[in-house]
């Protein structure tokens, strides 16, 4: 039979473990991302054009399928790579050229980038061209926001609704 | 290697003394972490279960809900969500402390892997699970759990768009997801119980309750916290806002600011190369898989007393094969057996007193027979000089007795204390070798090889076959279990002991006539 010492030893040592259990779980704190600044999230998965575009098929090709894969046209697989670039306040903070994902490369191409700026207003502008041209770009967005600490903008691009989206 | 298993376990010996001092041996928090880890893991479920009542599911509610339980209904819903939280993050504490206690006591090679590679699963599964269930809280914490999860996962190429996609603005939030974490969260504590029922596959008599002092004051204590430094959210999850500070469960988390900071191909390459190690570790070199035991079927009789205090369940009785007019003999498992020698402890042909047909038990250590811990006690008592002789057989796990350089004593080590036979005990004191025998063994409830000490102790006290026969006076036997760094207190004990032999009366033995002496030849 343990002694009172012993009881309040025991008391003592659960004490302690509660105590550690406690306070592990929630402290110390973490700072993700200091007080004053915002964050820029560039994110998006998008298919670009093909590298050959569509074209129809001779009558001579039609017929060499099998009767049941005929059809008039066809159309490689592969993706272009995809080409963005982001800037605030002019300066260049993101560029970068995507690989389209699969196997075949006909996947979409795909990023996911954050950027802390300080919090206030900025102009914020990205690019992309997902064709196979050169140069130049097929889609471009500029915009004045206000940043508040810790506030998260998410660009993110969709062609379907004509280009890039700020949210 | 051995440096570092010394490293390991020297502040698990220096804790388990200092709890030792406060808490009895069966109470003893360190020597009870597998069971504590299981009494954990009842409260989480039964928590978890009544917590799930009042929990929303939906991502857009779930904040909402636990609000409701953490400060409407905190006499019970809150504080079981506490009860839910905290036994979480003891239970990752016990099972650190269990596996890195084995590690040290070198309780993971050979026999053992299996036990050391479940319980790695085991972990792995319950990290899943409690960071699973920080997401559904859907707070700032979940928020950042959520993002920082996705986003590792996302470096590996093989979802066609990003997950954390998932979290890019309040728009963009899917309910879908959260049911899977939903589901997550339950199925995979399940499997996690799976896997420990697997884990205990090759133990016999697994102790996964703790004894009801200790389970009382744990769960007091985890009450106690829970009322006064109540579980409760973060502020709400906002994917328009950045986390900023958030406080973190270190539990749990602890590697989630490195998976942040540090680049994809860092964390994955670690995360890779520990998950190999941590499973590789009981394959890796040096190995010093011990010559396991022997059956000897001439002298065995098929009793299955080795069969039912073989604490890793190596030995099966399976049908006899030898013709003779026993039902079964034992089959022994190697891949199982630690050489332990608790089987050759426990036949009743390991009887000393034999010397015609020599000694040769059913089963025996092919190493480190019982023949040649024969030779041994009579080497050793031939040396002892003196009034008070005591020979100290002590278990290679304990206390070095062979460090005890005191006249008149002299040391036996055995594999463990259970390999001895009692009638080791008998045939020293009554062959007038020595006049004292002092058992050194592990710490009570800390047997390195699980039920020696508790063995030994039964067959002492005759609760158990074989028992110490009842004419050795029980003064002239002492028993001391005080693991490996109680030197102080065996010799302490030791010297009591011995100088309290003076006074006990020796055993009655009959004169040798030819009846006692044909009897020793084959027993005694």
Redesign the interface.
Known sequence: M?SV??YL??G????L???F??Y????P?????P?D???V?L?F?HGAHRVEACRRLTPKEIAALPPKERRPNTCSRERTEIFVELFVNGELLYSESLQP?GLSRD??A?T?RKFLVPAGNHTIKARLRDSTRDSGFDYETERRVELAP???L?V?FKADRGGFVF? | MALIHSVVRKPFDFAEQALGKVFPAQWNPLLNLGALGFFFYWIITASGIYVYIFFDTGIHNAYASIEYMTHEQWYMAGVMRSLHRYASDALIVVMLLHLVREFGLERYRGARWFSWVTGIAVLMLIYVSGISGYWLVWDKLAQYVAIVSTEWLDWLPIFGEPVARNFLSPQTLDNRFFTLMIFMHIAVPLIALAVLWIHLQRVSKPRINPPRGLAIGTFVSMLALSLVFPAVSQAPADLAQVPGTVGLDWFYLPLYPLLENWPGTVTWTAAFCMTVIAFAVPFLPPMRKLPVAVVDLENCNGCSRCHYDCPYEAIDMIARTDGRPFEAEPAVDASKCVACGICAGSCPTSMPFRRVTGLSPGIDLPDLTMETLRDQVHDVCDRLTGDNRVLIFSCMHAVPAKSINVPGVASVELRCIGHLPPAFIDYVLSRKLADGVLLAGCSENACHARLGVEWTQARIAGERDPHLRARVPRERVRTVWVGRSGSRLLESELSEFSSGLSAVPGIKVPPAGPATRERDKVDA
């Open positions: 343990p010492l012993q030893g025991q003592a040592f659960y004490a473990a509660a105590a259990t406690g592990l779980s929630l402290y704190t973490y700072q993700q991302v007080a600044k915002a964050q999230k994110s998965a994902t996947g979409p795909r996911y810790l506030q998260n998410a993110d949210r």
